[in-house]
């Protein structure tokens, strides 16, 4: 089985501050992680993916993410938020060999100036 | 290149009648998957196709609805005899490949709402 969890239903950064975005995942084997960024009235887009190597994973408009095995969380952050990435972010887990990618619950980001 | 193409953007239909959702993929990917998403919910994953073959329909209600994707021209996901409660964002992916580690990339998703 596999499932993901995403444990704040919003977050608020102040324009300039760093930002970080949390996700944990269950699954029985080794998992792929991966993050999208909604926007309103629109479909998902990938920012970032964890495959296997470096756990520090560098992806679109200058996030990152930590693979983090012993805590199994995958958190999502940028060092310096802009207003233009609030948004709502979800966080999707697949196990290898799964068609099925499951998603959270998704957390919705506001920055403000 | 365009992007994930998904018709029509909003979908309105009565209780009974059916909805046809249509998916045409990145160019290149044959890898289809259909997610519903509920109002400040996440996605839940419904089916997964390649050309002309439904791989995996796990996610899908066994009843009313169905998809296929031909081998030629979109996807297409039906519902029949609609209900309030298919009222739903609908999005369809498509991946270049089939393995986990594939990204899978959106449409821009149908709004159905069931009057």
């Known amino acids: 089985a596999q499932s993901v969890a995403q444990p704040e239903d919003q977050v608020n950064v102040a324009e300039g501050n760093p930002l970080t975005v949390k996700c944990t995942y269950s699954?029985?084997?080794?998992?792929?992680l991966f993050w999208y960024v909604q926007y309103p009235n629109r479909g998902l887009q990938f920012l970032l993916k964890y495959i296997t190597g470096d756990n520090l994973v560098k992806g679109s408009y200058g996030f990152e993410a930590e693979f983090n095995k012993s805590q199994t969380s995958f958190h999502l952050k940028k060092p310096s938020a802009l207003v233009s990435d609030s948004a709502l972010y979800f966080c999707a887990v697949r196990d290898r060999g799964n068609n099925d990618m499951r998603f959270g619950a998704g957390t919705r980001l506001t920055v403000k100036p | 290149n365009a992007g994930v193409m998904q018709n029509p953007r909003h979908l309105v239909r009565r209780r009974g009648q059916e909805a046809r959702l249509r998916c045409s993929p990145m160019?290149?990917?044959?890898?289809v998957y259909w997610y519903r998403q509920l109002p400040e919910e996440g996605l839940k994953f419904m089916v997964y196709l390649q050309k002309e073959n439904i791989i995996d329909e796990s996610g899908m209600p066994k009843e009313r609805f169905s998809a296929e994707f031909p081998k030629e021209g979109p996807s297409i996901l039906r519902i029949q005899q609609v209900v309030r409660g298919d009222s739903a964002a609908y999005f369809c992916a498509s991946s270049l490949g089939q393995g986990s580690s594939y990204e899978q990339y959106f449409g821009p998703g149908t709004r159905l709402t069931v009057t």
């Open positions: 699954v029985s084997g080794n998992p792929y």
């Open positions: 160019k290149g990917h044959s890898h």
